[in-house]
């Protein structure tokens, strides 16, 4: 299940990924809060709350890759959060290819990463 968190910044975009996250919730949740976010203009940041996270189905990894191949100019910079281990190797070989700045943070480094997602060019 993800949920999308509130807040004040507009070019801020908060996603709360609990329990397992599925294809359905790509279709139904993510994309179109990104695609109407986008629409808006302008580049936008993004962060990933993982800590609740148990599992990823793979359709939906393959959907947030499609979606992100094709937004790629669209987003500042991207933190994700969570003890996953795949994520941190797969955020900074991304990085070597992407514009974006990536960055994972572990579970206990939320402040880290939310003050990291926050920063100013």
């Known amino acids: 299940m ?10 801020l975009i908060h996603f709360k990924c609990e329990d397992v996250v599925t294809h359905m919730d790509y279709q139904k ?3 179109p809060t990104l695609e109407k976010e986008l629409n808006k203009g302008g580049l ?3 962060i990933c709350d993982m800590r609740d996270m148990k599992k990823i189905e793979g359709k939906a ?4 890759y499609k979606f992100g191949i094709h937004h790629l100019n669209d987003f500042d910079r991207m933190a994700t959060v969570g003890d996953q281990w795949w994520m941190s190797p797969l955020m900074k070989i991304s990085s ?9 943070f572990k579970s206990n480094q ?3 990463a939310w003050k990291w997602i ?4």
């Open 2 to 11: 993800i949920q999308i968190i509130p807040g004040e910044d507009k070019k």
């Open 29 to 31: 949740i993510v994309i």
């Open 44 to 46: 936008f940041r993004v």
């Open 61 to 64: 990894i393959w959907d947030d």
């Open 96 to 104: 070597l290819f992407f514009k974006i700045k990536l960055k994972h």
């Open 110 to 112: 939320f402040e880290e």
């Open 118 to 121: 926050n920063q100013k060019r």
